[in-house]
Nanobody, 122 residues
Framework: QVQLVESGGGLVQAGGSLRLSCAASGRTFSIYAMGWFRQAPGKEREFVAAIQQSSGSTYYADSVKGRFTISRDNAKNTVYLQMNNLKPEETAVYYC???????????????WGQGTQVTVSS
């Protein structure tokens, strides 16, 4: 099993920045890729970004390209999401996820964190 704990959410004004962290514990050696998703009230969960743990290859949703950056620190078993120029419509609960086999934008990840709230005020 892998446990994921997100942190770094909060309230920010439009145009501002936040950095989310996701700390993994447990069988972290089994993780192939990690991703970030978000879910706004009344909407489906959507893909934000993902990173392959060994190579560092990244994958972004079109809506965040150029503004968000996903990175990892394998020594700390932590993945980060740097979010710049945030928009009010990006208010959501942001979830960290880990998968044992695939780098993907689908939500079929093996493990999920509890989420962290990001609120962007206009």
């Amino acid at each position: 099993q892998v446990q994921l704990v997100e942190s770094g959410g909060g309230l920010v004004q439009a145009g501002g920045s936040l950095r989310l962290s996701c700390a993994a514990s447990g069988r972290t050696f089994s993780i192939y890729a990690m991703g970030w998703f978000r879910q706004a009230p009344g909407k489906e969960r959507e893909f934000v970004a993902a990173i392959q743990q060994s190579s560092g290859s990244t994958y972004y949703a079109d809506s965040v390209k150029g503004r968000f950056t996903i990175s990892r620190d394998n020594a700390k078993n932590t993945v980060y999401l740097q979010m710049n120029n945030l928009k009010p419509e990006e208010t959501a609960v942001y979830y960290c996820a880990a998968d044992r086999t695939t780098l993907t934008s689908t939500s079929n990840y093996d493990y999920w964190g509890q989420g962290t709230q990001v609120t962007v005020s206009s």
